[in-house]
């Protein structure tokens, strides 16, 4: 069901494609439940929390690559070039928002 909600997408009155179902997790006596709404007629608090969860899950996924390519970049430090990583996404969004294709995967 979340992954029939997640790809479930809609377009706005400017033309941007955008995914139409949040979701918001919430831990209750040691149990996770999962909360989605559709974003045109979810409360403000709910929207605010889906996308705050979802940064911080990007954090995370930044976070394990900059890990992953520091390990790798130790490994062979002196027998290849460093493997260079940028984390400020600031000209790929920028880029993406004036060919028209910012949107989710």
């Known amino acids: 069901m979340a992954q029939a909600l997640r790809s479930e997408y809609g377009t706005d009155e400017k033309g941007r ?3 139409e179902n949040h979701a918001v997790r919430v ?3 040691g149990v996770q439940y ?3 709404a559709a974003m045109r007629f979810a409360p403000h608090e709910h929207m605010e929390r889906a996308f705050a969860q979802r940064r911080d899950a990007i954090v ?3 976070s394990q ?3 992953d390519v520091d390990a790798y970049n130790s490994m062979v430090s002196g027998k290849r070039p460093s493997i260079q990583l940028i984390l400020d996404f600031t ?3 920028a880029e993406r928002e004036a060919m028209g294709i910012c949107r989710a995967a």
């Open 60 to 62: 995370g996924d930044c």
């Open 34 to 36: 999962t909360f989605w």
């Open 91 to 93: 000209e790929d969004i």
């Open 27 to 29: 831990t209750k006596a």
């Open 65 to 67: 690559l900059k890990t």
């Open 17 to 19: 494609r955008y995914r």
